[in-house]
């Protein structure tokens, strides 16, 4: 055989190995995208041209065109709502990096047995039913419950006070439903953060802070802006943890779609709803893709 022909031949064998590969891999993500198809593509379709009908009088929705559902939003009732809901998510967002950010950034540099009994602890809980949870929080806020008994067991108060169904008893809530998502994306960026920069800013004169700011904070901000993302968002929504802890007192999105659902049975203008949020969640993760030059979300996939 010609030496001239080796080439080709090991181009050919090269060739029938990428194309069997390729098959394989094509094989295996094909459920995926059916999955995503059948799951994900087709109920946003389904919402989006949901929010464009009309409801009938007494049940299901009038296939007629209209865009009343979103005019509808502009109402002073629902704007209104819209605004009480981003105050929550920004005052929840902002806790939760107050408490999230530094607690998985100082995980990350525990050692490897450390990192593994810290996440244990932060996931147990999980394991349980949200509702309970929230219900164990109904206990801790009643009037003469634990809380109660505490702060007037250490002379801090000298009668019981109305912290259940109060509006920073929500935000209490929400913190704690919300917190751990920052605190795996914050340590999904600082785990792969190169320490040894940190320490040659510090060996160059930089300061603790200074190394943390220029240093730290750039390159755990992926971690960071996914976790308010997963914590901005979902904060709006939460309306069972309004309803638990807040007395239905303290009125969010989630619940206008909650009630429009169940209640009044207006379909098209819940769906109108959630395409808005949608579209919030969108342009956030639109940006979050230009300031991280990242297409994933960080310490979710």
Same mark, same amino acid.
């Given at each position: %055989?010609?030496?001239?022909?080796?080439?080709? +031949?090991?181009?050919?064998?090269?060739?029938?190995?990428?194309?069997?590969?390729?098959n394989?891999?094509?094989?295996? $993500?094909f459920?995926?995208?059916?999955? *995503? +198809?059948?799951?994900?593509?087709?109920?946003?379709?389904?919402?989006?041209?949901?929010?464009f009908?009309?409801?009938?009088?007494v049940w299901?929705?009038?296939?007629?065109?209209?865009?009343?559902n979103?005019?509808k939003?502009?109402?002073? $009732?629902?704007?209104?709502?819209?605004?009480?809901?981003?105050?929550?998510?920004?005052l929840?967002? +902002?806790?939760? $990096?107050?408490?999230?950010?530094?607690?998985?950034?100082?995980m990350a540099?525990?050692?490897a047995?450390?990192k593994?009994?810290?996440?244990?602890?932060?996931?147990?809980?999980?394991?349980?039913?949200?509702?309970i @949870?929230?219900?164990?929080? %109904?206990?801790?806020? @009643?009037?003469?419950?634990i809380?109660d008994?505490?702060?007037?067991?250490?002379?801090?108060?000298?009668?019981p006070?109305?912290?259940?169904? *109060?509006?920073?008893?929500?935000?209490?809530?929400?913190?704690?439903?919300?917190v751990?998502f920052? +605190?795996f994306?914050v340590?999904?960026?600082?785990?792969?953060l190169?320490?040894?920069?940190?320490?040659?800013?510090?060996?160059?004169?930089?300061?603790a802070?200074?190394?943390f700011?220029t240093?730290?904070l750039?390159?755990?901000?992926?971690?960071l802006?996914?976790?308010v993302?997963? *914590?901005?968002?979902?904060?709006?929504?939460?309306?069972?943890?309004?309803?638990i802890?807040?007395?239905?007192?303290?009125?969010?999105?989630g619940?206008?779609?909650?009630?429009?659902?169940?209640?009044?049975?207006?379909?098209p203008?819940?769906?109108?709803?959630? $395409?808005?949020?949608?579209i919030m969640?969108?342009?956030?993760?639109?940006?979050?893709?230009?300031? *991280?030059?990242?297409?994933?979300?960080?310490?979710?996939?």
């Amino acid at each position: %055989m010609s030496n001239n022909r080796m080439p080709d +031949i090991k181009k050919a064998e090269e060739g029938t190995k990428n194309r069997k590969r390729f098959n394989l891999t094509s094989i295996s $993500v094909f459920p995926l995208y059916i999955f *995503t +198809i059948i799951f994900v593509a087709c109920p946003l379709i389904y919402m989006v041209a949901l929010s464009f009908m009309e409801r009938a009088e007494v049940w299901g929705v009038v296939q007629t065109f209209t865009t009343d559902n979103y005019r509808k939003i502009l109402e002073p $009732v629902y704007l209104n709502t819209f605004a009480a809901s981003l105050k929550l998510a920004f005052l929840t967002t +902002i806790l939760v $990096v107050a408490i999230g950010y530094p607690f998985g950034y100082f995980m990350a540099k525990l050692s490897a047995k450390w990192k593994k009994r810290t996440m244990m602890l932060i996931m147990i809980p999980f394991w349980t039913s949200s509702l309970i @949870r929230l219900y164990g929080w %109904m206990t801790i806020f @009643r009037a003469n419950g634990i809380l109660d008994n505490i702060l007037m067991g250490l002379g801090i108060t000298s009668s019981p006070l109305k912290l259940l169904y *109060t509006y920073p008893a929500v935000v209490v809530g929400m913190v704690y439903a919300l917190v751990p998502f920052m +605190i795996f994306s914050v340590y999904s960026s600082a785990e792969k953060l190169d320490w040894s920069l940190v320490e040659a800013s510090r060996d160059l004169g930089a300061s603790a802070f200074r190394a943390f700011w220029t240093v730290s904070l750039k390159l755990t901000l992926p971690g960071l802006l996914s976790g308010v993302i997963l *914590t901005f968002i979902p904060s709006m929504g939460l309306f069972f943890i309004a309803d638990i802890l807040g007395g239905n007192k303290v009125v969010l999105v989630g619940t206008v779609i909650q009630e429009q659902l169940m209640k009044a049975h207006d379909w098209p203008f819940a769906a109108a709803l959630a $395409v808005i949020l949608t579209i919030m969640t969108s342009v956030m993760i639109f940006f979050y893709k230009k300031i *991280t030059k990242s297409d994933e979300l960080e310490g979710i996939v």
